[in-house]
Every structure is written in structure tokens, then in C-alpha cells.
């Protein structure tokens, strides 16, 4: 059975920085992309980034150049590295393991975490 859990979200101010880290197992990681996703109450899931198996990455324009997804197959693990953080980054981030080469849909993922919250104060 398939699990991931993320950790290391936080109440900073603004202009901070985080590291999400996300721990899978259950699966041979090495062999799907994995995703970052946020949501806040009441709105969809949106997708933030993704790491594929080869560590080439994608990202939603709105976190490019503040976010880094980066994986570490030998301790299958993914990270989001949060840079320079605004108040509109604050939600609660899922991390999820791909199956389709559509990244920015959360269809295109099929098993998710548990989310860590992410607060960012102005």
C-alpha cells in the first residue's frame, strides 16, 4: 500500500523560506513523477510542481523561481524548497504520485498525502 507523508510546513512571515519534504513508500518511486499541490479552504486542489523520474521539473508560473521540486530516489523522498514566501502561498500542500504526463492535473495523480500547512504571515 502506497503512503506519503509530508512534512515541514510552518508559520513564517513573508519572505521566508521552507523545505516540504515528502516520504513515500510502497512503490518503486524512482519510477513516477511526483507532484506538489495546495489548497486552501473552499477552493480546488492547484497544482505547484512537479519533479519527473529523469528530475526534469515543471512549475506553475506563480512559484517559478521561488519554488525548487527536487527528488532523492535513494531515500524516496521529494522536496519543495519554498523561497521568498507570500502571503498567497499559504495552504495546506499535498504531495502525490504521478501517473500521466499531464502534470497540472490532479487527475493525472493517484496517490496523496496527508498535506502539510503552510502559513505565511505579511
Known amino acids: 500500500q502506497v503512503q506519503l507523508v509530508e512534512s515541514g510546513g510552518g508559520l513564517v512571515q513573508a519572505g521566508d523560506t521552507l523545505r516540504l519534504s515528502c516520504v513515500a513508500s510502497?512503490?518503486?518511486?524512482?519510477?513516477?513523477?511526483m507532484g506538489w499541490f495546495r489548497q486552501i479552504p473552499g477552493k480546488k486542489r492547484v497544482w505547484v510542481a512537479t519533479?519527473?523520474?529523469?528530475?526534469?521539473?515543471h512549475y506553475e508560473l506563480s512559484v517559478e523561481g521561488r519554488f525548487t521540486v527536487s527528488r532523492d530516489n535513494a531515500r524516496n523522498t521529494v522536496y519543495l524548497q519554498m523561497n521568498d514566501l507570500k502571503p498567497e502561498d499559504s495552504a495546506t500542500y499535498y504531495c502525490?504520485?504521478?501517473?500521466?504526463?499531464?502534470?497540472?492535473?490532479?487527475?493525472?495523480?493517484?496517490?496523496w498525502g496527508q498535506g502539510t500547512q503552510v502559513s505565511v504571515s505579511s
Open positions: 502525490a504520485r504521478g501517473i500521466s504526463n499531464q502534470f497540472w492535473k490532479p487527475e493525472s495523480y493517484i496517490d
Open positions: 519533479v519527473e523520474q529523469s528530475s526534469r521539473t
Open positions: 510502497g512503490h518503486t518511486f524512482s519510477m513516477f513523477p
